[in-house]
């Protein structure tokens, strides 16, 4: 099971993808085994020499004790020191974000895609939104000629 941040292609140039670990509550993995999760509007933060996923969030999974469970608490990845350096010297650098795209089942570990961006303008987006809409015309046009 794959769960995609849907709003990140669309709102974010992608400059770099990353893969990454994240530290889960069991209740959480089997969560998101089921595909309880939720990625949008989460980003990740650097502190230090660690790195933490801010509102996430893994709904409850339905056989466990929903008592005191936050969904969108603050999770820690799983990133080598070297990795979170680089990351934090290209943030300070240049004007980007570390975001989440994906989070999904690799040999039985839960993994997460992030990807270093840049935000887009909203007029950005909208020239984005359009090129897609005329590609899709044009791959439309293109099958509807081979069925005649």
Known sequence: MKIFNKNAPSSYAIIEKIE?????LGSEVK??????ADLSGSYVKILGSEAYLVNAK????????AEGYQED??????????????????????NYTIIPLSIYIHNGIIKLELALARGR??????RVLKERDLQREAEQDLKNMGKM
Do not use: D, M, N
């Open 58 to 65: 893994v709904f409850p999974y339905k056989y466990a004790r």
């Open 121 to 126: 303008k909203t007029y950005e987006k909208k």
């Open 73 to 94: 608490r603050t999770r820690k990845l799983l990133l080598h020191k070297k990795e979170i350096l680089v990351l934090k010297g290209r943030l300070t650098q240049a």
């Open 31 to 36: 969560a998101i085994k089921e595909g309880h």
């Open 20 to 24: 990454s670990g994240i530290v889960l």
